[in-house]
């Protein structure tokens, strides 16, 4: 149960009324824990920060959730970050909220993978109604603030070409390979999550899919 509450409030900002009329009016939300049961979707890079918390809110709402990612329980490859968090206990997370988790290790950057996941998507579920594309991963290599502002020849040319890699081929590849199970019936959503190039502000844009979009 999430709670917002809201007081009347003039144009400098105090309240709008004296203090004998002062009052709250609080309003009650919660997911519908229905609304997306039997609804499949993938989150791509679900493995920490905006996309645990996108797959989180999808598993509120009842959806089957796979979460992908490098960092895995089962080990093999880790994520440029090297931190302890797993797609696992992302999985785990959205089952507890009344989703249903599914953990699948995924490097994005290797198109036979990704199209090894597209493959089982289609044998398992028959086709995706979300795809959230969050995948990142170069938060290490970009620096902090103290090197934003340093020359491009300066800057090491692998780590650069890198983070292009991580911030452009990985969705590319991902879409190429999993938005033709979003296509097959109307009403897909499809999920662009990116960052802006100076701090740490996520912005996301969304578009439907369908049948009638081909």
Do not use: F
């Not at 931190?83 to 992302?90: N, S």
């Not at 989703?99 to 950057?109: E, P, S």
């Not at 795809?131 to 603030?145: F, Q, S």
């Not at 103290?146 to 800057?155: K, R, S, V």
């Amino acid at each position: 149960m999430k709670t917002l509450s809201r007081r009347n409030v003039n144009e400098r900002g105090g309240l709008a009324c004296p203090a004998s009329c002062r009052h709250t009016e609080t309003m009650h939300w919660s997911p519908d824990p229905d609304a997306l049961r039997g609804r499949v979707a993938v989150v791509a890079g679900a493995t920490r920060g905006a996309g645990r918390g996108i797959a989180a809110a999808l598993g509120e709402a009842g959806a089957t959730v796979i979460c992908t990612g490098r960092s895995s329980a089962a080990g093999r490859s880790r994520s440029d970050y090297d931190r302890p968090e797993t797609i696992e206990e992302t999985a785990d997370l959205v089952t507890q909220l009344g989703g249903a988790g599914v953990a699948i290790q995924v490097d994005h950057l290797d198109s036979e993978e990704v199209r090894s996941l597209a493959q089982r998507i289609r044998t398992e579920y028959g086709g995706l109604d979300v795809l959230v594309n969050d995948i990142w991963g170069a938060e290490v290599l970009k620096g902090g603030p103290a090197e934003w502002n340093t020359p491009i020849w300066e800057h090491d040319l692998d780590k650069g070409l890198r983070i292009l890699r991580l911030a452009i081929d990985t969705h590319m590849i991902t879409s190429h390979h999993l938005l033709p199970l979003l296509i097959t019936k109307r009403g897909g959503l499809l999920i662009e999550v990116t960052a802006r190039s100076h701090g740490d502000r996520h912005h996301a844009w969304m578009a439907t899919v369908g049948d009638d979009a081909r």
